[in-house]
């Protein structure tokens, strides 16, 4: 199926590892002009040939803007946002300090804000945007292996989704994904024992999974559909 999106130009965020590299890969099968973007430079020689590396902190107001305005500079007018990446903190409820809480919020979710912001208005200028939005099952039922300010940022992330939405409608949509249990560095302390009892299709996720989803959500096709919590979880939480 044609996804109708060769030649957009994409930025995703947390691009280098994980989630965010598989979703790099499959937007650029896709025909897309993507950029990976990244706090870490090291994890730029991840990138498959052809991917557009930029290091850029993304809970930096500042740095987000220098971002945004270097993408339309060197690549072109953004088209479609997937805002990925995260940061993962253990900390019980006892042991975690505002501290903890701030530096989570800040970049797995103001980051979320402050790139939509950015973007938003030049997309619907321009009569077409796609942002997505990557969530977790811990934003709907509390951190089973993580802490509550990491629970807290991803049910906000599906609140702020909404919102954009509404702001974005009728040129742009914006979606979010909610993973959960994906193979990754994040999940590299989860046994498979442990959990695939759990989940009713018996494994862990793929990112190339998730890359699908946002493929997807990416396409042409999603024109209708907005403001929507995808659930990709293994059967995990039905809701
Ligand atoms: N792995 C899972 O099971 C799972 C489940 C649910 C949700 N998620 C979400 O999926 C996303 C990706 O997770 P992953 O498992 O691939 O994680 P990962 O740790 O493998 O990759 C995250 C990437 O984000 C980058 N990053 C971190 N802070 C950044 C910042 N301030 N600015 C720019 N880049 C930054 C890291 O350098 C890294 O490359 C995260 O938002 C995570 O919360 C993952």
Known sequence: MDLGIT?????????????????????MEEGCR?????????????????????????SDEQQCEQLVRDVDQQVGS?????????IQS???????????????????????????KLVVYDMK??????????????????GLTVSASY?????????LTKSVARTAAPQVTCNIICPAFIST???SSVTKAEYSRQIPVGRLGTCEEV???????????????????LDLNGGMLMD
């Open 7 to 27: 030649d957009k130009v994409a930025v995703v965020t947390g691009g280098a590892r994980g989630i965010g590299l598989a979703i790099v890969q499959r937007l």
């Open 34 to 58: 993507t950029v990976a973007v990244d706090i870490d430079p090291s994890a730029a020689s991840n990138l498959p040939d052809g991917a557009i590396f930029m290091a850029c902190d993304v």
């Open 78 to 86: 953004l088209d479609i946002l997937v805002n990925n990446a995260g």
């Open 90 to 116: 253990t900390l019980t409820l006892a042991e975690a300090t505002v501290e903890d809480w701030e530096r989570v919020l800040k970049v797995n979710l103001t980051s979320a804000f402050i790139l939509s």
């Open 125 to 142: 200028r321009r009569g077409w945007g796609r942002i997505i939005n990557i969530g977790s099952m811990a934003g709907k039922v509390g």
């Open 151 to 159: 629970a807290g940022s991803k049910a906000g992330m599906m609140g």
């Open 185 to 187: 560095a994040m999940t």
């Open 211 to 229: 890359a699908a989803a946002v493929a997807y959500l990416a396409s042409t096709w999603t024109g209708y559909m907005t403001g929507e919590v």
